[in-house]
T-cell receptor, first 116, second 110 residues
């Protein structure tokens, strides 16, 4: 079974530009999560989508946004890029256990975003 | 607020010696605790979760609610255990995000 996939592997942008990162979840998973892994800051929760809706977001400015498509794949958009947005962006997916919440999150390989 | 603390950034252990990676958490409800591992050039992967109460690759972790800890242990370290280890917490139903610790880099000395 294919795992979580992310594209592109690497992305280089300049300050002020926009970046779009993509994620395809494991088949059967309806929830997608985005995390930022910046140097020295560890893994920080960005966004959670389930069934096409944004369910939760972390402490990030509104220029970090995204969406989830009917096939459950997801995009993360970062507008007005700043140098400190340089990081590894990880996507994870899981399925919902009825009345219990989401199951284990499985991670993709990440997209390395570099802002120059 | 939920918080996970891994006090050791780096830990070196001789092959065959016991390993203990510390994790303490702060959460007002009943959390679910996980250990994730990232081997060199591989993606982050689940090692174990407290509700499974199983041993994976010889590692075990017991949730101690009194001490709010979820330490990861292995009696005899192997060279292939060298990796980055992250402790993570998930809150109650509806608060599904994972809060990660800053990670511990474990190096097994041959």
């Amino acid at each position: 079974e294919a795992g979580v996939t992310q594209s592109p592997t690497h992305l280089i942008k300049t300050r002020g530009q926009q970046a779009t990162l993509r994620c395809s979840p494991i088949s059967g998973h309806t929830s997608v999560y985005w995390y930022q892994q910046a140097l020295g800051l560890g893994l920080q929760f960005l966004l959670w989508y389930d069934e096409g809706e944004e369910r939760n977001r972390g402490n990030f400015p509104p220029r970090f946004s995204g969406r989830q498509f009917p096939n459950y794949s997801s995009e993360l958009n970062v507008n007005a890029l700043e140098l400190e947005d340089s990081a590894l962006y990880l996507c994870a997916s899981s399925f919902i256990r009825p009345k219990q919440g989401t199951d284990t999150q499985y991670f993709g390989p990440g997209t390395r975003l570099t802002v120059l | 607020a939920q918080r996970v603390t891994q006090p050791e950034k780096l830990l070196s252990v001789f092959k065959g010696a016991p390993v203990e990676l510390k994790c303490n958490y702060s959460y007002s409800g009943s959390p679910e605790l996980f250990w994730y591992v990232q081997y060199s050039r591989q993606r982050l992967q689940l090692l174990l979760r407290h509700i499974s109460r199983e041993s994976i690759k010889g590692f075990t972790a017991d949730l101690n609610k009194g001490e709010t800890s979820f330490h990861l242990k292995k009696p005899f370290a192997q060279e292939e255990d060298s990796a980055m280890y992250y402790c993570a917490l998930r809150g109650n139903f509806g608060n599904e995000k994972l809060t990660f610790g800053t990670g511990t880099r474990l190096t097994i000395i041959p």
